[in-house]
């Protein structure tokens, strides 16, 4: 079983923050689709050979196999709570954090799960490397751009927090939107281990006094598999006022 992965803790992104000089020059790339405005990202490689639509699982089959499919010291949340996402867009649920105020949503048949360190975490229980996290820290900065260009933030987050120091990574685009006045850095990369290769998206912002790293990815395999869904989930992520 590989255990999740990309997961950043608390302190590994607090270091992080503090690792940027505290003005740079940005620049603006064509990288993200988001709140109606196209933005075209272009992996380097394809690296899946499968075409198609991902199926669905039936849901009877993922509650059967999430006993056994989670990682030992991460838990499964009860979907039957109040506090649990609402059903939206066709195939989508979503999230919205009331406390630290941010949005999201994440495909159908994805299970919370909690892990130290992460304000919020799901993942698909059969395949290990479907996931998508948030992690929420406090700081003095305003907006993203103080810490640097989305190029150094991602390079910078990718090598000291998003992957082990072990797995070889590539960053394959980087970029700046704005939502609402809200400036957002998103980026792709990939992340190689011994045995297997993540390809994954972040985007990241500032808001409320915190920082914001919202993580998802996929086995490099099914990759063109999962691109669309995972692009809805960056896509979807926002920030508002508490």
């Not at 255990?3 to 950043?8: R, V, Y």
């Not at 479907?130 to 989305?150: C, F, H, M």
């Not at 006045?181 to 990939?190: M, S």
């Not at 045995?195 to 920082?211: C, D, E, M, P, Q």
């Amino acid at each position: 079983m590989v255990s999740l992965q990309n997961s950043p803790s608390v302190h590994r992104t607090s270091l992080f923050l503090n690792s940027f000089p505290q003005s740079q020059k940005h620049s603006t790339l064509p990288c993200c689709r988001r709140a109606g405005i196209s933005f075209l990202i272009k992996a380097e490689q394809a690296a899946s050979s499968s075409t198609g639509s991902l199926s669905q699982d039936r849901p009877g089959r993922r509650q059967v196999l999430a006993i056994g499919a989670v990682a030992p010291g991460i838990f499964l949340v009860n979907q039957n709570s109040k506090s649990f996402a609402a059903e939206t867009k066709k195939g989508y649920l979503s999230v919205t954090d009331k406390k630290d105020g941010y949005s999201f949503v994440y495909p159908f048949g994805w299970q919370e799960v909690v892990v130290e360190g992460q304000d919020k975490v799901f993942k698909d229980v059969i395949e290990p490397l479907e996931t998508v996290s948030v992690n929420v820290i406090p700081t003095s900065k305003q907006d993203i751009r103080e810490l640097g260009s989305a190029q150094e933030i991602a390079e910078t987050l990718i090598k000291k927090v998003l992957a082990p120091p072990s797995q070889k990574t590539k960053l394959i685009e980087a970029a700046e939107h704005d939502v609402d006045g809200k400036a957002y850095y998103t980026f792709e990369f990939i992340a190689k281990a011994p045995n297997y290769t993540r390809h994954a998206l972040s985007t990241v912002s500032i808001g409320n006094g915190k920082f914001y790293t919202l993580t998802t990815g996929a086995n490099e395999r099914r990759w063109e598999k999962m691109k669309d869904k995972l692009h809805m989930i960056i896509d979807s992520f926002q920030l508002f006022n508490v």
